[in-house]
């Protein structure tokens, strides 16, 4: 019965800035690693980035230095801030974690979709 709701998707010119938030809800006991993947038209689902209980942080290359990613424990939620937009950032995006209840398993969100226009 857990689940992950995304807020933050839509529309926004090249080199704008918007913010990503996930929220997990339900019988969890515990987070462990939370992050953030998107699939562009015609491509493969990529892992953009993800962060671990203990802070520690992972990039793909494309978005170095443009994303940050971060949590908030007490509120089982993860952030994806992301500037300088590029139109190949344009996506699908989807919250994922780790989350225990009775066992561990991955939850994902149902997507928000990211458009980055010239």
């Known amino acids: 019965q857990v689940q992950l709701v995304e807020s933050g998707g839509g529309l926004v010119q090249a080199g704008g800035s918007l913010r990503l938030s996930c929220a997990a809800s339900g019988s969890i006991r515990r987070i462990n690693i939370m992050g953030w993947y998107r699939q562009a038209p015609g491509k493969l689902r990529e892992s953009v980035a993800t962060i671990t209980s203990g802070g520690t942080t992972y990039y793909v290359d494309s978005v170095k230095g443009r994303f940050t990613i971060s949590r908030d424990n007490a509120k089982n939620t993860v952030y994806l801030q992301m500037n300088s937009l590029k139109p190949e950032d344009t996506a699908v995006y989807y919250c994922?974690?780790?989350?225990?209840?009775?066992?561990?398993?991955?939850?994902w969100g149902q997507g928000t979709h990211i458009t980055v226009s010239s």
């Open positions: 994922n974690a780790d989350i225990q209840t009775v066992f561990t398993r991955t939850y």
